[in-house]
């Protein structure tokens, strides 16, 4: 397909990360999240880097597939680098030329603010990459459901946000087929100002929405003569059931934030 | 005239590489009614792209009149020349009305608003849809038969030498498919190139005069229709079948009844069993 995209990168192996239940996945991921938040020193943050190393070493994600998900963020990464290393003024000086000055303290916070970016990207990496989109979406959901009492409706929520996911390969399809029937009658999409081109799009995107207002018509007879109908009474297909494991890894993440609100 | 040369194509993907279609030797002479047959997923539509130049191959050229289209001079031009209805074309329709969807080709190919008319009308003209009754009609409004029949003046209003059509009777129903079936065949007449991939081995034998049959992507047969419908047991080991003409001339072969090869529409098969029944030979208990 010319829109080969990976949604949320997601990398299906079998390990106990895949296993994990979704909701003991995202606390983790907040409890990581806060715990590199909590280190205020290179002996924290290591600590919380031997974690993650022992979490990726346990998904069994290929490191490279870990670097290509990490890629496209790594623009992010440079910018604390290199503002901490050459506008830090304060400090010893390390090396002078002209009007560049770094500093020892430049070089240490470059060095500590691009390490805590790097774990922060990481986690969620390892989130979507050992979670596929639809249990990401479902777990969420479920831990909205507290709140369906304050009228939050997070049934509703989850299954938007399930066919939205689902419907993403198919609207690109639809799109690639139509451009190309387009093409065929003499539309050119890649030249003239944004303006211009904006202008092309116009046979294509008049065709994708009708088609997808067909789409979601069709899907929702299709629920309604199989009686569907949402509610809180519904199950799920998935079940969601804490094993061991979940309980393992909400200990594990609490010893750690222990651990480092009283040692670091 | 169009030549394929050693092309082959291999759609690049995460879950890994599909190879579409072997590579194929094809030559397309001007006037000629291709028909392309093969079983889902044999690289049918695959091949269809990229004669268009919408795909460009993975190995081999696409020789049009001389002219190599991996050029990119060479393929702005193209749709001036060839014209390509996916399948279901009616999803392309795009304009307020169906005057303007038509007019969208003729209009890209730069040509002035007098001639663009001139085409509009020929084109609804071609497609038997009436000028007076859809010209302003939107063409979410009309029926499913006349959307595609718009969708496809859309395609042939640039006026093309050669003519793509992807299972262009799918979803119609008898009455709509026979009107269209004569209307592709028309423009055959009229000089244009066709070529067709059908699922129906009816509509095959009924218009074209070349049959290129397509298995896991590769061409394992091409000839005249008679050549092909007459490997009745090939064609159905890889999914395909023959025409109901053929098939049922053949059961009748088989019951003692005299009838010579090669009939693949119901007019010949009914034509030879007239004479059969004339020439008297099998008037014995009939
Ligand atoms: N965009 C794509 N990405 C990856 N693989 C593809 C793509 N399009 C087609 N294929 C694969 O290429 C092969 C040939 O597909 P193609 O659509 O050409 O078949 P077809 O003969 O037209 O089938 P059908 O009769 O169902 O229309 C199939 O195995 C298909 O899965
Ligand atoms: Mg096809």
Known sequence: MAFDIAIGQYHHAESVIHRLDVRAKLTLLFGLIATVFLADGFIGLGVVALFVLIVIALSRVPVITILKALAPVSIFLLFPLLFNTFLAREGIEVFRVGFILITEEGLYKAGFMTLRLLLLFLTAALLTLTTSPIALCDGMAKMLEPFERFGVPAFEISLMASIALRFIPTLLEDFDRIRKAQQARGAVFDSGGVLARLRTLVPCLVPLFAQSFRKAEELANAMESRCYHGGSNRTHYHEFRLAWRDAVAAGVCLVLLLVMVFFF | ?286
């Open chain 2, 1 to 286: 005239m169009l030549a394929l040369e050693g092309v082959s194509y291999t759609y690049r993907s995460h879950e890994g590489d599909v190879t579409a279609l072997k590579p194929l030797d094809l030559t397309i002479e001007d006037g000629t009614f291709l028909g392309i047959i093969g079983h889902t997923g044999s690289g049918k539509s695959t091949l269809l792209q990229l004669m268009c130049g919408l795909l460009s191959p993975s190995s081999g050229r696409v020789v049009v009149d001389g002219e190599n289209i991996a050029d990119k001079r060479v393929r702005n031009r193209l749709h001036l020349k060839i014209g390509m209805a996916f399948q279901y074309p009616e999803y392309q329709l795009f304009a307020p009305t169906v005057a303007e969807d038509i007019a969208f080709g003729p209009r890209n190919a730069g040509l002035s608003a007098t001639e663009v008319d001139k085409r509009v009308r020929l084109a609804m003209e071609r497609l038997r849809l009436g000028y007076e009754r859809f010209a302003h009609a939107s063409p979410f409004e009309l029926s499913g038969g006349e959307k595609r029949r718009a969708a496809l003046a859309g395609v042939i209003a640039t006026d093309p030498k050669l003519l793509i059509l992807d299972e262009p009777t799918a979803g119609l129903d008898p009455a709509g498919r026979s009107e269209l079936l004569g209307i592709i065949e028309e423009f055959n007449r009229s000089g244009m190139t066709l070529v067709m991939v059908s699922h129906s081995m009816d509509d095959i034998a009924r218009l074209a005069n070349r049959v290129l049959v397509l298995k896991d992507g590769a061409a394992v047969m091409q000839g005249t229709p008679t050549e092909v419908f007459g490997r009745g047991d090939f064609l159905r080991s890889i999914n395909l079948g023959v025409p109901q003409a053929t098939e049922f001339a053949a059961e009748l072969r088989a019951q003692g009844f005299p009838l010579p090869e090669g009939l693949l529409t119901l007019e010949t098969l009914a034509s030879a069993i007239a004479h059969e029944l004339e020439s008297g030979s099998v008037s014995r208990g009939i």
